[in-house]
Nanobody, 114 residues
């Protein structure tokens, strides 16, 4: 499974960004997809997940600002982030989960300026 995350960059506080993660080399629809993030000096944390059936789950602190979605026809999972805060600055990673196996993408940097 190869995962390519994109869409990160520099954004002002209060702005929005949509991250994409394109999968290849697998049956995309068979995987739950997860977004994680890791801020400097902090542990990696779960941001949001979406099951094969489209059910979603979010970190409590991010509910209402972040939205995860998937397009199985495009083998892509998205993370729409709005009302961004400087504390959202992190490297964002996507992961594909199937059974007991997790495959990681390379991460995309999101920097939110105040």
């Amino acid at each position: 499974v190869q995962l390519q995350a994109s869409g990160g960059g520099l954004v002002q506080a209060g702005g929005s960004v949509r991250l994409s993660c394109a999968a290849s080399g697998t049956i995309f629809g068979a995987h739950a997809m997860v977004w994680y993030r890791q801020a400097p000096g902090k542990q990696r944390e779960l941001v949001a997940s979406i099951t094969t059936g489209g059910s979603t789950n979010y970190a409590d602190s991010l509910k209402g600002r972040f939205t995860i979605s998937r397009d199985n026809a495009k083998n892509t999972v998205y993370l729409q982030m709005s009302s961004l805060k400087p504390e959202d600055t992190a490297v964002y990673y996507c992961a594909a989960v199937r059974g007991g196996s997790t495959n990681w993408g390379q991460g995309t940097q999101v920097t939110v300026s105040s």
